[in-house]
């Protein structure tokens, strides 16, 4: 049977090995001294709650723009919605074609006034 003390020394061990790679995977701060098991655990949950956070905020942001594309692509088989491009700046477009690219003339005329 193993010994009771040994086990436990092993355990210690084991536990000190964790704690100091916890350290090094926490920030711990500005105060550069000495940090207490209780306050690096304390921030490893913190920070452990913090990345939660941010996935489900990232979840929730994929999740509406998948609907949002399923309801443009609705739109676009439907034949309800303008096509769209960006250009290299990110201003949007629009990807019909202008009056001089269909070969006709303009609706104005050089003086501002209609030509009909």
């Known amino acids: 049977e193993a010994d009771p003390a ?3 020394r092993s355990r210690r061990a084991q536990l000190r090995g ?3 790679r916890l350290k090094g995977l926490v920030p711990l701060g500005a105060g550069g001294g000495r940090h207490t098991t209780l306050s690096l655990l304390t921030r490893a949950r913190g920070g452990i709650q913090r990345g939660g956070d941010q996935e489900r905020r990232a979840l929730h942001q994929i999740e509406q723009g998948g609907r949002e594309q399923r309801h443009l692509q609705r739109q676009l088989e439907k034949g309800g919605v303008e096509r769209v491009r960006i250009d290299s700046i990110g201003s949007s477009l629009s990807s019909e074609r ?3 690219d269909r070969g006709e003339s303009p609706r104005w005329g ?3 006034e209609r030509s009909g």
Do not use: K, P, Y
Request: with cysteine; hydrophobic share 25%; glycine share 16%.
């Open 18 to 20: 964790g704690l100091e």
């Open 110 to 112: 050089t003086a501002g």
């Open 6 to 8: 040994v086990c436990s």
């Open 98 to 100: 202008s009056d001089s």
